[in-house]
């Protein structure tokens, strides 16, 4: 007996509980994305309008992954209903490029993981958070890539020539340290975004010009004076008043150049200080050299740049972010974490999973004016938050970060997901349930146990799926039955609890 013979006999015409990753389930994202919550998606998702963050722990499957794609789906739909109120999300949910230049950077011995790690501060995470927006904000401005696929997403031209010149500057900027697409090089994404936004560089060439112009004028004068007047002291020895003529030349070729050549030792200083201190990204000397020689010094002098060990430069560029994301229309900014397990460098370590994410527990950095930060984090890291000492939870203050200590499913709840996938999947007109696809045999309390045991939906649809094949595989199609015998669920049931508590031993694969 096939499956989809026996799926079909019920009007469902696809196998609902085949994926196990909301990353690659269709099913959910086609249909249950926007009516499959968790009870507490409300305390996670929170008001757009006013952007907060939220902590949630979750053991593997419990939906973690798919909260993040909900969360950015109904943001997106948000800010398609409010235009000019929208939310700016940056998703970062892969560490793997950040890390491993962080690693890089290291160097020698110290890349091992238990060396590394340790070393990643908070700075580095917003460098690479601002790397996320700054980059996916040049993409928009310049129509590239999924800068403009999405309405929500859009920038028009009205917003983007609101942008005072101070914004404009540091726009670029920002873009100069942190823009790190690979669709173009640094430099010519660089001044693509400098004519988009309408952006005057002609005054760092001031000084370029007045070291040309002093130098062609002193010249000639010396020239047309040694001409006319030679040696206009016969007494005086005419090798000592050559090198008094090339004395003054030379003194006055300085003090023209002078100019130039203090910012292009600024220039230099400053390039080799953001290459230095943004640990996470890949950004040349060079490069970042010929983009900084575009702006005057004026654009360059005191403005806060990441050539620092500290986060006070990094908040000052935040900010400069918000205040240019304000004027495009965005009224906040949303930053989603998850997947933190999954880095090569961490390879699921709990232990290792801390060191990356401790730093990031900083309530100045989570509660910032206009910033939240949806944190989706593996169960396993609460257990070293409960045997932190009191300057953890000062600094991180967890009591204000709408905290989910566990992402928990009822058997109720698990019901509910399972029937809302068997709808998703359902024929046209076609209303099946759970309920019918088992024996009367399976009471309705028993089966509600029998989820509740299952903890998490992705156990549930790895359990349902096992089902439907053990029971498929006892008849054959000349002899069908129509529902899965007590039996059959039980020794199913027996079976994959085996299985779930090897893996919670660490002896099989969870």
Known sequence: MRVQQFLSHHGIERNPFAEEDAQTDLVFKEHCIGTTYHPTWDKIYGDPSEPATAVVFGEKGAGKTALRLQIARHLAEYNREHPDRRVYVIQYDDFNPFLDRFAYRMGGRR????????????????????????????????????????????????????????????LLLLAACYDQSTSD??????????????????????????????????????AMWTRAWGNPNPEVNPGLWQQVVAWVVLGVLIAAWLPWLYRLAMVTWKSWGVARGIRVGNLPFGSLFSVFSQLSGNDLMGQPLPNKERTDDRYSLMNKLQSILETLGFS????????????????????????????????????????????????????????EDRDFYQRARLDKQNLIPSLQWSGEALYDVASDRLRACAADGAQPRLRELLDVGVSDQRMIDALRSLRVPRHLFRFLYRLLVAHCNAHTEQDPVWRISAETFESILAVYQGEQDAAARGVAVG
């Open 332 to 387: 906040g900014v949303i930053v989603l974490v998850d997947r933190i397990d999954e880095p090569h460098l961490v390879n699921g370590s709990a232990r290792l999973m801390q060191m990356v994410l401790w730093p990031l527990l900083d309530n100045k950095f989570l509660k910032q004016p206009g910033l939240g930060v949806k944190m989706m984090l593996p169960v396993e890291l609460s257990q070293f938050i409960e045997r």
């Open 185 to 222: 090089s640094h430099v010519n994404r660089w001044r693509r975004l400098k004519r988009a936004i309408r952006f005057g560089t002609w005054r760092a060439w001031a000084g370029l010009l007045l070291g040309m112009v002093g130098t062609g004028l002193t010249l000639a004068a010396a």
């Open 111 to 170: 890349r091992r993981p238990e060396r590394v790690l340790p070393q990643f501060q908070l700075w580095d995470h917003m460098d690479a958070i601002l790397t996320l927006g700054v980059t996916d904000l040049s993409d928009r401005i310049l129509q590239v890539g999924s800068g403009e696929s999405d309405a929500s997403k859009a920038i028009n031209a009205d917003r983007l020539a609101k942008l005072d010149r101070h914004q404009r500057r540091d």
